[in-house]
């Protein structure tokens, strides 16, 4: 019986401390984008919001010039579309894809790979790419401490991440 009693009082424990840890707000929380774009197509870009708490982006900060970026924190970024679209111009097919930037020279390509369940970019392979776009990049009109995204009806997705806006067109 003390056993028993024993046993309940480390279980109850346990459990208080998992929702003690749960109840933390985390560095780079879970965030969700999504919209039905005019076309009929449901997309939807599951992400985690780092903060650039003081950092330099590009320097300090991801994405570095050169290297590819799972374009948020965390898990790689995941973009999904319930149907075939078209991105930038070229077509990309309806399912789920692991959404990675690389930036050189200010000039952003965005990257739709067929891998989209990995840890942010470490297991990264170009030959799994399904497709990849230059994204129009200037300087977004307020500073975004959080990165985040915005899809609009007409199908335009912002990327917004500290004085940076970045927007490709789908369709």
């Known amino acids: ?32 984008a999504t919209e039905t774009i005019v076309s009929g197509a449901t997309i939807t870009i599951d992400y985690s919001q780092p903060a650039v708490k003081g950092r330099t982006i590009g320097t300090n900060l991801e994405p570095m010039p050169g290297k ?49 369940k990995q840890w942010g970019a470490f297991q990264y392979k170009e030959a799994d790419d399904a497709l990849r776009v230059k994204a129009k990049a200037d300087k977004a009109p307020e500073f975004h401490e959080r990165m985040s995204f915005e899809i609009s ?14 927007v490709f067109q789908v369709k």
């Open 1 to 32: 019986m003390k056993k028993l009693i024993l046993f309940s009082s480390f279980a109850m424990f346990l459990g208080q401390a998992i929702m003690a840890q749960d109840a933390k707000p985390k560095p780079s929380p879970a965030a969700k």
């Open 68 to 116: 590819v970026w799972r374009t948020g924190a965390n898990d790689a970024t995941v973009f999904e579309t319930s149907k075939d679209i078209m991105v930038q111009g070229q077509k990309l097919p309806a399912g789920k894809y692991g959404l990675f930037s690389l930036v050189n020279n200010g000039e952003w390509t965005i990257i739709f790979n067929k891998t989209f």
């Open 153 to 166: 009806k007409s199908g335009d997705i912002t990327l917004y991440w500290g004085d940076h806006r970045v």
